[in-house]
C-alpha cells in the first residue's frame, strides 16, 4: 500500500534524494536556530554527505543537524506526513522546507528497506529501521560501532538506504551530481558527495612502479552545491568580470554572456531577478521542422524552488516565461545568510534556460510537483520579468556597439514571435527591435532598417509601408513586383524569414498608424494600380488599343483552370507578366511553406481553399505586343493555339519569379525543348510565326 500511495503521489524517483536533503538542510538550520537564539556558539562546519556504496547496494545520507530523540523518531518516522516537532521553529518568522513523514518515507520509492541512526544533544543515539516487506518499523538503541564519519558527530542524522536491484543508478556520481544540480543547488547548507579517484604510482604515474600494498583507488569529498557569493551582493558593487565568471561557472557555458541584467525589487513583494542572454542560441531552443520550442518543452524546463529547494515543475498556466523567451538564462537569489530572513515577504526569481523559480511561500500539492492555485503573484512576477527583457533587449538595440547586430541575427526569430504573442505596449516596443533589408539599404545584414528609420525616409504622401516576402534575399530583390516600386523611389521591406508571413498577418499589421501591405498580392487600391478587363468594365477601358481587351479575355479563358483574374498592370517594367495572389488570400511564400509541412492534407488551409493567382500582364512588353498582333491577324488560322502554347510558357516562367513553386513542370520543360528545337532548325510542332 505504501508503495502505490508513493507512486500515486511522486511521479520520478529521483524526488527522494532531494526530500532526504531539504530535511537534512532543515536540521542544521533548525540547529543553526536554537544555539543563536541562547546566544551560544554555533557549529562553524555545517555539512550534508552523501555516500554511495555499491558493494552494499545502499546510500546514506549524513547530516550534522540537530538530530532526533527516541520520541522524535517514534512521532516524526511513525506517522506518515505527520509534521513533527522537529521541524517546530522557534522563533515563529523563521521558515523552513522538510515534511518529515511523507517527504521521508519517499527513500521507499528506491529501497526496500530504510534505517536511520539519530544523535540529539540531549538524547542517546537511536536505530529506527523499517522494511517494506514487513510493514513495521523498530526503535532502538544504537550499540553498533558507528562508521568513522558518523563517529566524529556529536550530534546529526544518518539515513542509509537498501536500493532495489532497478535503483543502483543512484549509486552512480554522475546520476547523483545530475539530481542534486537539479533539485538542490542552492541550498545553503554545503553538500558533499564521496567519490572515488584512481591513483598513480611512481613519479609520473606509471604502472610499472605499483606498490602492491597501495590501493589504486582514493576516497575524496566533492563540494556539489557551491553557493555563488555574487547573489549575495548590490549590483553596483559587482563588476562585469564578475558576472562573466558567474555565468561560466553557472551555466557551463564557454563564452562569457551577451547581456546580462541583474535587478532587485523590493516593496510588497520582494524578488531578484538576474537574467543573461547566450551569444548562441541553445541548441534546443528549436526543434527540427517545428520552430521554436513547444509550450510543454518549455514548461517542463522550469523549476520551482521554495527556500533554495526544487519543489515543482511551473506548468504551462504559471509559467514566469513566455514561449518566445526561452533563450534566456537566469539564476534565482541566493539564499539568506543566518539569521534567515522574515517571512512577511515573499522572494521569487526564474532561471529562464535552466528553469527556476525561487519563493517563500506558495501553495503546493501534497507532492510539491504542482502550485495548487493562482494567486496573483506569478502574473505580476512575468509581467516584470518580460517588461525587464525587453528593456535589455531595446538597450542593445540602441547601443550600436556591435551586440545590436549579434542580438538580432542569433535571436531575430524570438523577437518576431514576441510581435506575434504580445499585446499592447509590450508588442509595439518589440516593434521597434525589428531589423529588415530593404530595396534601398541594401542587402548586407549590417544595413538592416528598423521601421522607425523606414517611416523617416517615406515619399511625401505615402500612406502605407511596402513589402515583400521570399525564400531568400537572392530572390526577393529580383522579384518583378519591385520594378515599378524601384524607379519611383519608394522603398520596399524584403522579409525571407519563415516567420514572416505569420509576423505581418497576425503582430505586424500596422506600424504608428501605417498599414503594412504585401506588393505581391493584387489591389486595385495600390499605387500603381491594375486595371482590369472585365465584361462588366469595358467601359473603363476605352484607352486601350484595340487588341488588349481580347487578349486579356482570350488569356483568362486559357489560364482559367489556374488563376482567377488576368489584369494589366501598371506596375511591371522589365518583365512581360508576373504571378500575384489576390488580396485575401495566402502569400506565395506561405503556401511554399505550408505545402512543406509533413501534415499539409489535414492541416493546411490551401488543401481546403487554392491559393487565388492573379495574373498581371505588361502591356507594354515586345513578347505581350506580338501576342496581342498576332490575335489581331486574322489570317492566321492557328492564332490562338500559338496563343495558348504561349501563354502557358509565360505562366509556367513567371510562377518561380513570383514566388510560386512549379508543382508539374513536364509542360513546361515541354515547350522549352520546343523552342530550343526551332531555334535549332528543327520544326517540332511549336509555330510562332512563319
Known sequence: MLKLVLTTIYRD???????????????????????????????????????????NNTLTIIDNGIGMTKCDLINSLGTIAR?????????????????????????????????????????????????????????????????????????????????EESQREFLEERRLRAVVKKHCLFLSCPIQLQVERKTGWGPFGGEEEEDPNMSPWKKEWAHLNRNPQILTQRPADLTKEQYDTFYKSFTEDFEAPLAFTHLKVEGQLEYTVLLFIPKRAPFE??????????????????????????VADVNEDHDFVPEWLGFIKGT???????????????????????????????????????????????????????????????????????????????????IKRGVISEVGPNQEQLKNLLR????????????????????????????????????????????PFLERMAMEGYEVLLLTDAIDDTLVDEGLKDYEGFKLVDISKYSENMLFGESTIS????????????????????????????VSRVVRSNRLVESPCAVATDRD??????????????LRD????FARNPVAKVVEVNTGHPIITKLGRLLEDEERQDREEIISRVAWLLYYSALPSSGFIVHDPHPFIEDVHSILSLSLGQHSGFLFCK
Not at 291 to 303: E, F, H
Not at 442 to 470: C, H, N, W
Not at 587 to 592: F, L
Request: glycine share 6%; with cysteine.
Open 13 to 55: 524517483p529521483e524526488i527522494f534524494l532531494r526530500e532526504l536533503l531539504a530535511n537534512a538542510s532543515d536540521a542544521i538550520a533548525k540547529h543553526r536556530n536554537i544555539k543563536e537564539s541562547c546566544h551560544e556558539e554555533v557549529e562553524p562546519q555545517p555539512f550534508v554527505r552523501i555516500i554511495p556504496d555499491k558493494r
Open 83 to 163: 509534521r513533527s516537532s522537529f521541524l517546530d521553529i522557534q522563533p515563529p518568522e523563521v521558515s523552513l522546507i522538510g515534511l518529515f513523514g511523507l517527504g521521508f518515507y519517499s527513500a521507499f520509492l528506491v529501497g526496500r528497506k530504510v534505517i536511520v541512526t539519530s544523535k540529539h544533544e540531549e538524547d542517546e543515539a537511536y536505530v529506527w529501521e523499517a522494511d517494506i516487506d514487513k510493514g513495521t518499523f523498530t526503535v532502538k538503541r544504537d550499540t553498533s560501532t558507528p562508521p568513522a564519519d558518523y563517529l566524529q558527530l556529536k550530534r546529526g542524522t544518518r539515513v542509509e538506504i537498501h536500493l
Open 285 to 310: 531552443l528549436y526543434q527540427a521542422g517545428s520552430g521554436l520550442r513547444t509550450q510543454q518543452q518549455t514548461s517542463n524546463a522550469v523549476k520551482l524552488f521554495l527556500q533554495g529547494v526544487g
Open 332 to 414: 534565482p537569489p541566493p539564499s539568506s545568510p543566518p539569521p534567515p530572513p522574515p517571512t512577511t515577504h515573499n522572494n521569487f526569481n526564474r532561471i529562464f534556460e535552466l528553469g527556476l523559480v525561487f519563493a517563500d511561500d506558495l501553495p503546493l500539492s501534497i507532492s510539491r510537483n504542482k502550485i495548487m492555485q493562482d494567486t496573483g503573484i506569478i502574473r505580476i512576477i512575468r509581467r516584470f520579468v518580460v517588461r525587464a527583457m525587453i528593456r535589455l533587449l531595446t538597450e542593445i538595440m540602441e547601443s550600436k556597439s556591435g551586440d545590436d547586430y549579434l542580438l538580432y541575427m542569433t535571436y531575430a526569430s524570438n
Open 436 to 479: 529588415f533589408s530593404s530595396n534601398r539599404t541594401g542587402f548586407d545584414p549590417f544595413d538592416m532598417t528598423s521601421l522607425a528609420a523606414y517611416v523617416e525616409r517615406m515619399k511625401e504622401g505615402q500612406r502605407e509601408i511596402y513589402y515583400v516576402v521570399g525564400e531568400s534575399t537572392e530572390e526577393v530583390k529580383r522579384s
Open 535 to 562: 465584361e462588366k468594365k469595358e467601359g473603363e477601358a476605352r484607352g486601350f488599343e484595340g487588341w488588349i481587351v481580347p487578349l486579356l479575355r482570350l488569356l483568362h479563358k486559357i489560364l482559367e483552370k489556374e
Open 585 to 598: 488570400s495566402m502569400s506565395a511564400n506561405h503556401e511554399r511553406i505550408l505545402r512543406a509541412y509533413p
Open 602 to 605: 489535414v492541416t493546411c488551409a
